[in-house]
């Protein structure tokens, strides 16, 4: 229902407007990259990334990012105050928007990290595969855990 | 020279970061769709689109999209008062971009256009190939006319 509710809110039915009214902006996706292939997981470790993200702005994007089901939030189990945001099914699933978006601008705009878009341009497919099970074998970890916290 | 200064002024060499520079906004993307996709060309054709972009928004987003490279302007031979864009190469190099951030939203939310995501996921490379041989033939067409307004 909360699905059906939201594509009446849109300004149309195209699936791209609904992408871009979720991720378009200069930042979500950098957020989102943070995590997929850098393995960022804490608010202080978006903060300190190169593109230097105000706080309030980070804080609004991380709160968009969980109302759409992009993100998930839980507490670090090692530290009650700090929390731990992770990729849902969802957000995982942006995996092929950013390798394009990195190959387009990669192919069309002088920039760095060449070995990331070596392994792209070569072995894409391969890629996607590894950024996928990576992150659900460490779903698959954290729930393992949180089951194991919930029996004790 | 221009390509380097670009990158030099920019948060940081991620082509991630690159990307979203210039395409993180709300509206961009949707215009390019409406040139690809649609076939749009003219100024009053993307204001009708239905998401209702606003005048003063749809001209800067427009010029925009021309200092990047992604989109040029000409004058229609058949009324000079009147501008025609079209994608240059770079642009229509947007599609695979377009195509994931389609696919992903037709997957997780509920939106209209069935016919032409069901055409993505079944054969994807296939209309990847048709939109680029078809804006590859349109660019040549043009070009010949130019060539033969100039010998006129």
């Known amino acids: 229902m909360q699905k059906k509710k939201a594509a009446l809110e849109r300004r149309s039915g195209c699936p791209l407007n609904a992408s871009v009214e979720m991720l378009g902006d200069r930042w979500s996706l ?21 593109e230097k993200i105000a706080t309030n702005i980070l804080a609004d994007r991380l709160r968009r990012l969980e109302s759409y089901g992009i993100v ?62 990576r992150w659900d074998k460490l779903r698959r970890d954290r729930e393992r855990l949180a089951g194991m916290r919930d029996e004790l």
């Open 30 to 50: 950098l957020i989102l990259r943070d995590m997929m292939l850098r393995g960022y997981e804490t608010f202080n470790e978006f903060l300190h990334s190169d």
């Open 72 to 133: 998930e939030t839980e507490q670090d189990p090692s530290d009650g105050r700090k929390i731990i945001y992770t990729l849902t099914p969802k957000g995982i699933d942006l995996a092929p928007v950013l390798t394009e978006m990195v190959l387009w601008a990669a192919r069309h705009e002088e920039t760095g990290n060449q070995p990331l878009i070596r392994q792209m341009r070569t072995g894409k497919a391969e890629l996607l595969d590894s950024v996928r099970e």
